[in-house]
């Protein structure tokens, strides 16, 4: 699938048979999938990927084929940033503007896209050819800055890069023209093409141990009894992967006691929290551990189908991992009568369009059935009823991994791995200022500053753990170890040097979740954007001593009223900041104005457009 | 007898609704003339500071200039200042302009060539420049964003009952008493 789209048509010959293509079309997509109302993603998607948007008539079309409402059509292609009602270029160029892009110099590439292209970002080429976007993570921190041209990723791209990029496609080269020289293992594979980097750096013994056997795990565990494998995986300590950290065992647990016939697994591979790349890393090289664990896990709780949720972002990843699933069912390990022993299970894709919320468990399952992306009220967890109100288990691409491991090696070998409250490797995906940038499977345990002196971090002022939603600390936290119980992460580490603007970080993180809030609940819509907002200000020099009271009375309401896990995460950049940072932050302020005025209103800014109509400066306020 | 604090009101971006909110506490209002002695304010109608104010009260937003430069006044003068009413505390009904540039905003109101209303005749799609008239911001400001606001009495218009029972703790130095029936808006 590629998200940009072909150019659109002006005459008015050219719209009628435009419209009955579309119509046609969209018959067509829609008969695919068998008019199936859950399946609008990928009917959306594939409009957008063959007309370059979904146009009020497409809406319209859709909603008369499928039989729903026009709205229910509307409220997804709104939601999703890969999806747009007006008309994109055929190539989409998305540029990484995270913190970690920006301090690796993507403003440079922004900037010589601008100049080539002569437009700004958000708007697309007079030819209706290219159209240039800013857009959160995208999961390539270490090779940064980075940007998706349709599905394509480049990686490492200096001013010099863009400019050449933007002539190429001016002139009409495909994007899968463009990738430079192949990355290394599988970025390299003919399905794959990529020039990512997977940068592992630290090979641990569970995920990146050399000589795993297909098939191994999964054997071990069908010759068991579901209760028994669950037994296993419990005793192991398995905890979630994906941040939350809920012991895996228990969850399968709950999942197959729930009430239903019909059961879900679910792998999370959204990988939306910026800084993160660990689960692309996995899937490039290790999505068999990742489909067996996913199998292993349907065998526990009693499903006969599994669903990986891929982030559009990987798009690319796509018809790789088709493949594997295909080799995996030729192998027997996938389909019916999976090793001879009677159980059936396989495995399909669900791509998600661009939205970080999708990485929350009932946002993903909302997106999966085919709706916009809001979180669901929670009870009734997923467990009891999630994906189309069956009981489904929704776990990380690395907990499954873990999972197949601990089939093939037993729950012991795995729990004498790491500390004692946090059992096993985990995954880092560390970018930043450090020498070597990449994913590391480290055990739990490991303390902050051994892993900034693996990582090759100098003159470290403070790592922003977790990602945005984690935590901020700085040198008090060296001696601390990485574990759900003092560092907990998903495994985003953001290395931040000495030269930092350290409140420029947490600017970037909170317009990050102004953006990604989807706008269900008060405290969190508009909380962060007043978080945000006194940021900036504290930033361009106009915060007073008031303010940092302000902000932190603001951030534990946003965290305490909201409805799902980012609101109640999303003031985190500035609470932990304001813990960890408060002198960077009373340095920035300046005392309170004599006369009670706020610092931020600015009257002439504010008079501007009234005295130009009128001809006549304020007589309040003169210039 | 000592002499008594002063309180100074005025309306700013709003209808005059919390006004009439002030004076709907009936036969109180003699009650409160006995604690305090109104300065600024349209309801003795004195134009301008007389002197330093215990209490300002605030309604409505700032929509112009002079809005501003009344706001400023108040804080200055005055050493708490409440921000009574909707528009007061987030701009109210005349935020809604906020989404539209100030062009748009005039052209609706005065152009007849939008054929919009029936109440206006403009033949010449004159828009009122006089220099007397007061210069529109950009947008609508909620007042806490021009100056440092002390406290905010919701409502549109905040209750009678929550503005007097407000203003006599504060004057006599005692808790505010706020019950549910007085801070629910539904
Ligand atoms: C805003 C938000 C975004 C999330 N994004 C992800 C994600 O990208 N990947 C992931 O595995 N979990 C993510 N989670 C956590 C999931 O909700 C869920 O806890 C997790 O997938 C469960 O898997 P685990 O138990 O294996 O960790 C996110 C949570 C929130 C609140
Ligand atoms: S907390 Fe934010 S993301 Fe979650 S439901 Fe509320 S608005 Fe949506
Ligand atoms: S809050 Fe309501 S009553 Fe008060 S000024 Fe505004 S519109 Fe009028
Ligand atoms: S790819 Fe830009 S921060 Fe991750």
Not at chain 2, 63 to 87: P, Q, S, Y
Request: glycine letters at 10%; charged letters at 25%.
């Amino acid at each position: 699938m590629s998200f940009g789209g072909p150019e659109v048509c002006h005459t008015k010959q050219e719209r009628l048979t435009m419209s009955e293509s579309l119509q046609s079309a969209i018959k067509e997509i829609c008969e695919v999938v068998g008019n199936d109302r859950t399946q609008m993603m990928e009917i959306v998607e594939q409009v957008q990927d063959r007309f370059g948007c979904v146009s009020s008539e497409a809406m319209d079309l859709i909603a008369q084929q499928m039989n729903c409402h026009r709205v229910e059509v509307m409220s997804v292609v709104s939601f999703y940033s890969f999806l747009s009602e007006k008309p994109k270029g055929t190539v989409v160029i998305r540029l990484c503007n995270d913190v970690i892009d920006l301090m690796k110099g993507a403003n440079h590439a922004a900037d010589a896209f601008r100049d080539e292209l002569g437009i700004e970002f958000g708007e697309t080429t007079p030819d209706g050819k290219i159209t240039l976007e800013w857009t959160p993570c995208i999961g390539m921190s270490d090779q940064a800055p980075a940007a998706l041209i349709n599905d394509e990723v480049v990686t490492y791209l200096g001013s010099d890069g863009a400019r050449n990029i933007a002539r190429q496609l001016k002139e009409g080269t495909a994007p899968s023209k463009l990738v430079g020289r192949l990355g290394d293992g599988n970025n390299a594979n003919d399905l794959v093409k990529s020039m990512v980097h997977n940068n592992i750096r630290n090979a641990g013994p569970v995920v990146f141990a050399e000589g795993i056997v297909k098939g191994d795990g999964l054997k071990k565990a069908l010759a068991m009894s579901p209760r028994e494998v669950i037994n296993d995986v419990k005793n192991s300590r398995l905890r979630g992967r994906g941040g939350a950290g809920f012991p895996t065992g228990m969850k399968w647990d709950f999942t197959r006691q729930a009430d239903g016939d019909k059961k879900y697994i679910f792998c999370n591979a959204d990988e939306g929290e910026p800084g993160t790349f660990k689960d692309r890393v996995i899937l490039t090289e290790k999505p068999d551990l990742m489909f067996e664990g996913m199998t292993i896990g349907g065998y526990a709780i009693g499903a006969d189908e599994g669903i990986l949720y891929l982030r559009g972002e990987y798009a690319y990843l796509r018809a790789f991992l088709d493949d594997v699933l295909a080799n995996r069912r030729d192998a027997g390990l996938l389909g019916k009568n999976i090793c001879g022993k009677g159980f059936d299970f396989d495995i399909r894709i669900v791509m998600g369009a661009g939205a970080y919320i999708c990485g929350e468990e009932t946002a993903l399952l909302s997106s999966a059935e085919g709706m916009r992306g809001d979180p669901k009220n929670r009870p009734p967890f997923p467990a009891q009823k999630g994906y189309r109100d069956c009981p489904t288990a929704v776990n990380n691409v690395e907990t499954f991994c873990k999972v197949t491991r601990i089939l093939e090696k037993g729950p012991g070998w795995f729990s004498e791995i790491g500390s004692e409250g946090s059992a096993g490797t985990k995954l880092l995906s560390i970018s930043g200022d450090c020498h070597k940038p990449g994913v590391y499977e480290v055990p739990f345990g490991i303390k902050l500053r051994e892993v900034m002196d693996l990582c090759g971090a100098e003159d470290v002022q403070a790592v922003q753990i977790g990602g945005p939603s984690g935590r901020l600390v700085g040198k008090d936290s060296m001696d601390d170890q990485i574990c759900y119980d003092h560092l907990a992460t998903g495994g985003s580490l953001m290395v931040f040097s000495r030269k930092r603007n350290l409140l420029k970080k947490v600017l970037n993180f909170m317009e990050f979740f102004e953006e990604e809030s989807c706008g269900y609940c008060t405290p969190c819509r508009v909380g962060n954007v007043l978080l945000r907002k006194k940021i900036e200000a504290i930033v361009n020099g106009e915060g007073e001593p008031a303010d940092l009271e302000y902000l932190q009375t603001l951030g534990e309401t946003v965290k305490t009223c909201s409805r799902c896990g980012l609101g109640q995460t999303s003031p985190n950049p500035v609470l932990t900041s304001l813990e960890s940072f408060r002198d960077v932050y009373e340095a920035a302020l300046k005392p309170a104005l004599k006369d009670g005025s706020q610092p931020e209103f600015d009257i002439r800014a504010a008079l501007r457009p009234a005295e130009a109509i009128a001809g006549r400066a304020s007589s309040h306020f003169a210039e | 007898m000592a002499e008594k604090p002063k309180v100074a009101t005025t309306s700013m971006a709003g209808c005059f609704g919390c006004h009439m909110s002030i004076l709907d506490i009936d036969e109180r209002i003699l009650k409160l003339i006995d604690l305090v002695d109104f300065d600024k304010s349209p309801i003795d109608d004195i134009k301008e500071f007389t002197g330093r104010c215990a209490v300002g009260l605030l309604e409505g937003g700032c929509c112009n200039d002079e809005n501003v430069k009344t706001l400023k006044d108040f804080r200055e003068h005055c050493d708490i200042l409440i921000a009574v009413g909707d528009c007061a505390t987030m701009g109210g009904i005349p935020a809604l302009r906020n989404n539209m540039s100030v062009k748009e905003c005039l052209d609706e109101a005065y152009s007849t060539d939008n054929r919009k209303g029936p109440a206006v005749h403009n033949p010449d799609n004159i828009i009122p420049n006089d220099p007397e008239l007061p210069l529109l911001l950009d947008k609508v400001y909620p007042v806490q964003h021009v100056v440092k606001i002390d406290y905010f009495l919701p409502g549109c218009p905040a209750p009678a009952d929550t503005i007097w029972q407000s203003l006599v703790a504060l004057l006599t130095d005692e808790p505010v008493e706020l019950p549910y029936e007085l801070i629910k808006y539904d």
